[in-house]
């Protein structure tokens, strides 16, 4: 008596090509080929209430999603709360992130902001202070400010874009760096646009083909 499926042997079907995630999921190496990460910013309106953090966290952690940055603060409306957060995946990744954050029921909504929004991160930085005169210029060439200071040590606040601190981090090395504390990139829209407003299934549908056309246009060139 014949039993199971017709078909094939096992060693004459075929196999289908792509490694495979932790998760066990194949990923298809024509998609993974064609689609280079690119750092971004989403910014997502909430309800400002208990467990918003731990869900929109745990959303990252299952998916897997490559975070840079995640950062929440309030608002001017006290029953709402602004997270930004800053990822580098290729577009159907973000296009993921995107969909996944509007399914979660406190978000309100959620917009990636274009690369000429206003991003800004906060970062101490504590250093020895061997040589007080020269770790003195090095915070006057970064505008830092001195917050704590002793015979050994000189702690400096520096605000300003992710290049910024990034580059005062390099700077300051040369005299040694115990400790760093870095808040995270927070961001707003310029001019009079709204970084993340409620927006209805149709109007957020057409930004993102808008979005994905403007990519699709800038890779074409």
């Known amino acids: 008596m014949k039993r199971g499926l017709e078909g094939p042997p096992p060693e004459d079907r075929p196999t289908p090509a792509g490694r495979r995630n932790k ?3 194949r990923i298809d190496p024509e998609v993974e080929a064609t689609h280079e990460p690119r750092r971004t910013v989403i910014s997502a309106l909430v309800a400002h209430e208990p467990g918003v953090l731990s869900d929109v966290s745990g959303l990252f952690s299952r998916r897997q999603f490559n975070i840079e940055s995640l950062t929440v603060g309030p608002t001017k409306d006290e029953d709402r709360a602004r997270i930004t957060v800053v990822v580098e995946e290729p577009d159907p990744g973000i296009d993921q992130i995107k969909k996944q954050l509007r399914k979660l029921v406190p978000v309100i909504s959620v917009r990636e902001l274009e690369p000429d929004a206003m991003q800004r ?14 770790v003195s210029a090095v915070a006057d060439m970064y505008d830092a400010t001195t917050v704590d200071s002793s015979p050994e040590t000189a702690t400096f606040e520096i605000t300003g874009a992710r290049q910024k601190i990034e580059a005062a981090i390099d700077t300051f090395g040369q005299f040694g760096i115990r400790e760093i504390s870095r808040t995270g990139t927070t961001a707003l829209a310029r001019g009079t646009e709204e970084t993340a407003a409620a927006v209805n299934a149709t109007e957020s549908t057409a930004t993102e083909a808008n979005h994905d056309e403007t990519y699709q246009t800038a890779n074409d060139d």
Do not use: F, M, R, S
């Not at 906060?122 to 007080?132: C, E, M, Q, S």
């Open 23 to 25: 998760q066990g999921i």
């Open 121 to 134: 991160e906060l970062a101490l930085i504590k250093v020895d202070a061997d040589d007080p005169a020269q």
